[in-house]
């Protein structure tokens, strides 16, 4: 068996290496290895890793002590996974607090700091990303290596529709661009008259390859309507999307391919996990995405205890850089919501996938008689009936001593027209592929398309009128207030 | 005498090269050498940059054997000078029409393009910049070279303060501070509450250095009084301008500076001959700006012929690349306007000078009794007034047979306050001063503070009444409409 390409701690990778132009992968061992013999490398790896990050900061010796964990104890996957104590973005944010501004676990001296970015919201106190000189590199490699894995190839224009500020995302895909050899065209997004502009220009140069968030991509596209242009005429043929879940969800997925009459590919982890694209689908894998486990090792896990699920379950991806020396994040829970799979790949990459990328997060999860439930469970099976509207609520109430959910439904105008009958088929089928799917008896009611209004892809979908219930319920009791 | 560093073509930076911590020059050499033998070394660097353009592209092959010109022609700058045909902004427009998308003086294969930028107007074809892989890295050691002359030092945070899109000034603000080896934090511009976050990230970074327009960092400071903090609190050591003359403005200049408590440095060409820092300020000449001769060519020409004009006269910048082979710019004309000497620097670079900085577009120059004028020299003269209120307008109206020129000037409140005498010294001040750098008479006309609205640096200040005047009179006249 060949080697692992430029595979060492701390990574060393060759600035002008490209791959054969004809080959499918960028590193064809690393990809398509053996997993066991894979594992065994990110074994040996993650205890290089978390040695260093023992060695160079306070913030993981001092959590580790204090968790009677020491690098040294690694020998398999499953002694890091039980042994090694989760971060948290709390715990970051709490590091900064102490250390500020970049927090105790930068593991490099402050020199070597060459980018900053941040996260981006307005109220509380932002979390730092202080990317090392070296890391920079690396981020560049991996992403540049994925988006091969995407069909992305040098002299290709890359069109980057993300803002150019704190966040990651565009800036990840400009390092993967750069390092790939295509024509970088990091236009950014968010000022007044720039959608316009984005469209002009998007006609004028006929990008192969574009970057942004799916809403955007749809709200793109608008606006070349109204600029009398066809984002199908723009030639574009690869579209890849991180910030949002869109690229993932049937129906938001297929409009964008049909709108566009390109390959849809959704990637991105976290920001803090840059290279972020350590999940990302590839051309021939092209719905959700595939764990790129020699990037940084994937766990989906447990959201409770953090340990380890079976493939075929759903949980949270825990996250573990492999190749980071500046901020690297060892177990750091993403709180996001993904099924994970080892069936084989359509590609031939080794990796486990997340079949149906990340549909949600673990905060959204409601209980309903004993069953979890995650909204974006309901969303994938409602995208998935050809009849659906697009728009429906999830109402939680309390009938009796039982919760009840209740499905209000939007349908389409196609259905709506063809009467009552039509309508109750189709209220039926709802319940049934609900059922199927939860495991819960549901109560269905349609409704007329465009009874909700529109916003954006983070419309509030679920009302819990439990609590109401529950205190006036309470009230009634007697001696209640 | 020592060699010039890294002098050669095409250019070959070394990447990891730094000077000496404690050196006041980044290539000390080709910065204090004497200007004989610089200009020697340039007429030589000419002679292969045009015979490198000549045989790479059809737009110089085709304008020069047009013109009679030929690169082996070139064997003193007055040759170069006399016998190499300018090219205007409207050329490469016409060039990108011809032979979209990058023009046919795009010297190098497609596939060496790295990054795409752009001009960002909204009518009219936008002109495109495409820039080599290898052009990007000596962009980047040009300016972290020019960056290093500002004061700006390994480790810094250099906060961009300006959109990442098209616009190339940021983008040339960002890769020189990573060639620096500067913490980079491009936090960019433009996008609604940006200005809010970007106060807030300004407070908790302290970021030693600063990029933007003047009139942003203006703006940005308001908006950090709105939100309880003070821009003279933020730490910032040094703030470089491009994108608006404001830095050399007496007046903009300093308010930045007491507001910021920070020194100021104005840069910039024009983006198209990025390294557009081929004319910036350095910490010890730090009004005005230097022409550094051996990052790119410039001349400060007549408008009408494009032959130079002596020092110590105003003209139009006319620049030619000297480092860039992706689309070398060789006697571009600027259109700006500027005067040039060749005074000795305070810094010890033997480079000649623009003392005021660029004052002004030659297309705003009118003619009144014979004499060209530009309203910047009004605009300077005026900022240099302890009583001047700040804002102006320019009329220029016929009376008899003469034009006239009538100034209609704010002064501050405190004057205001002070009475008729004080008012009308101030008149005859502003006459005299007026007169002094016009050779002009010219009525004064002084009002209180607050008269015209404040809308942004673009204010439009000249009002010609001239040709109402010239029709009315044509009308009077007898067989007149």
Redesign the interface.
Known sequence: MSTMEAWSWPPRYDPAYRPDPASRYWFPVRETMDPGARDAAIVQRLREVCAYAYQSCDFYRDKWDEAGFHPSQIHSLEDFERRCPVVTKADLRAAQHRA??FGDYLCVA??E??????T?G?TGR?T?F?IG?DDWQHIANAHARIMWGMGIR??D?VFIAA????YMGS?GALAGA?RL?A????????????S??AVQ?LA??RPQAFYGTPSYALYLAETAIQEGLNAADFGIQRMFFSGEPGASVPGVRERIQATYRAAVFDCGSMAEMSPFMNIAASAESATGMLCWQDVCYTEVCDPQSFERVPYGQRGTPVYTHLERTSQPMIRLVSGDLALWSNDPTACGRTYPSLPQGIFGRIDDMFTIRGENVYPSEIDAVLNGLVSYGGEHRIVISRAGQMDELLLRVEVTADLDARGPAALERFRQQVAAAVQKVLGLRTLVEVLPPGTYARTDFKARRVIDDRDAFREMAQRLQPGGG
């Open positions: 500020p501004p402050e020199s700091v060459h980018h900053i970015h941040g981006s307005t932002p730092v202080a000189r040098p002299g224009i803002i150019l500020s704190l800036w750069e050899g024509k970088a065209f990091p236009f950014g997004a968010g000022a007044p008259g720039m316009v502009r220009w004028m140069m």
